[in-house]
């Protein structure tokens, strides 16, 4: 399992448009067709975080679905909700947070 976390800004009256878009496109097969295997939301005042579970590498699932058309769709859908968090982003992989630390327990 491979994990990526994105970051951006989302004004919090919005969150409710946006999940839904993400219901609708989380209906068909494109999450399947790029290896997402869960997806959470999370809002925290005007912060936007989104974390995806993918069945491998987040940089090959984001190669797949910048060839879809309903990928870009949904992105574009988003767009007036979804605010680039860093100026100077260009690619979702400049939205996508550095995990520093990570823990498992290995009790079952």
Do not use: C
């Amino acid at each position: 399992m491979h994990q990526t976390m994105i970051i951006a800004k989302m004004a919090p009256a919005d969150a409710d448009k946006v999940a839904d878009i993400f219901g609708r496109s989380d209906a068909t097969s494109m999450p399947h067709e790029i290896g997402v295997r869960s997806r959470s939301l999370y809002q925290f005042h005007e912060l936007y975080v989104h974390l995806i579970d993918f069945d491998r590498p987040a940089s090959e699932a984001m190669r797949i679905a910048q060839s879809l058309p309903s990928f870009r769709a949904v992105s574009d859908e988003l767009r007036p909700f979804i605010e680039a968090y860093d100026p100077n982003w260009r690619s979702p992989q400049d939205a996508m947070a550095r995990r520093f630390y990570h823990w498992t327990s290995s009790a079952e």
